[in-house]
């Protein structure tokens, strides 16, 4: 039986720290992972074209396979609503295609291993793809149903293994449920652990 990685939760302590570091446009990048829960691949290969308004519910992020990036699978393939932190960043970036030109997965997970050893942040099990996780314990706390964060971040929900009964009723998470959980999540400001 394969086991999955063992990725650690970063600490508001941690993620203070690393959101300290001025290099762009990783730090953009950073952030949008940690308000998406978006995997590096994905938000390193958002095109300016993936971002769709959608009247008061505002600015989403088509995650889709596109010109520069895959997709890991086909329950990847999802709409995030951008945190009014994302929208705010939005203006210093491209207006048109990638919104992180030049920038890799590789770029991204490499310039995080050398920024955790500067900052001294020794835990080996804290990577780049640690960002997700703490985006899905955020919304834990924001008590969303697990099928709901499920939707945000593409994993198939665990309610799905009854495709044939579960997946014929229900609708899905709507726009305004996901746009709900998203804009309680908060970067911390200060050391709470």
Same mark, same amino acid.
């Given at each position: 039986?394969?086991?999955?990685? @063992?990725?650690?939760?970063?600490?508001?302590?941690?993620?203070?720290?690393?959101?300290?570091?001025?290099?762009?446009?990783?730090?953009?990048?950073?952030?949008?992972?940690?308000?998406?829960?978006?995997?590096?691949?994905?938000?390193?290969?958002?095109?300016?074209?993936?971002?769709?308004?959608?009247?008061?519910?505002?600015?989403?992020?088509?995650?889709?396979?596109?010109?520069?990036?895959?997709?890991?699978?086909?329950?990847?393939?999802?709409?995030?609503?951008?945190?009014?932190?994302?929208?705010?960043?939005?203006?210093?970036?491209?207006?048109?295609?990638?919104?992180?030109?030049?920038?890799?997965?590789?770029?991204?997970?490499?310039?995080?291993?050398?920024?955790?050893?500067?900052?001294?942040?020794?835990?080996?099990?804290?990577?780049?793809?640690?960002?997700?996780?703490?985006?899905?314990?955020?919304?834990?706390?924001?008590?969303?149903?697990?099928?709901?964060?499920?939707?945000?971040?593409?994993?198939?929900?665990?309610?799905?293994?009854?495709?044939?009964?579960?997946?014929?009723?229900?609708?899905?998470?709507?726009?305004?449920?996901?746009?709900?959980?998203?804009?309680?999540?908060?970067?911390? @400001?200060?050391?709470?652990?």
């Amino acid at each position: 039986m394969v086991q999955p990685a @063992s990725y650690a939760v970063p600490t508001d302590k941690e993620v203070l720290r690393l959101l300290q570091i001025e290099k762009q446009p990783f730090k953009d990048v950073m952030i949008f992972c940690l308000l998406t829960g978006m995997r590096a691949g994905e938000a390193a290969g958002l095109l300016r074209e993936d971002l769709v308004q959608k009247g008061n519910l505002g600015t989403f992020a088509h995650v889709r396979p596109n010109a520069i990036r895959e997709l890991k699978t086909d329950a990847s393939e999802r709409q995030v609503p951008l945190h009014s932190e994302l929208v705010t960043r939005l203006a210093y970036l491209p207006d048109r295609g990638p919104l992180f030109p030049g920038l890799t997965v590789s770029k991204v997970t490499k310039t995080f291993t050398k920024l955790r050893n500067v900052l001294s942040l020794e835990r080996l099990q804290l990577v780049f793809h640690s960002t997700r996780k703490w985006f899905i314990t955020q919304c834990e706390g924001t008590g969303a149903p697990e099928h709901f964060t499920a939707s945000l971040v593409g994993y198939k929900s665990a309610r799905s293994e009854n495709k044939l009964t579960y997946g014929v009723h229900s609708a899905g998470i709507y726009d305004e449920q996901k746009r709900s959980i998203v804009d309680q999540i908060r970067l911390p @400001s200060r050391c709470s652990r």
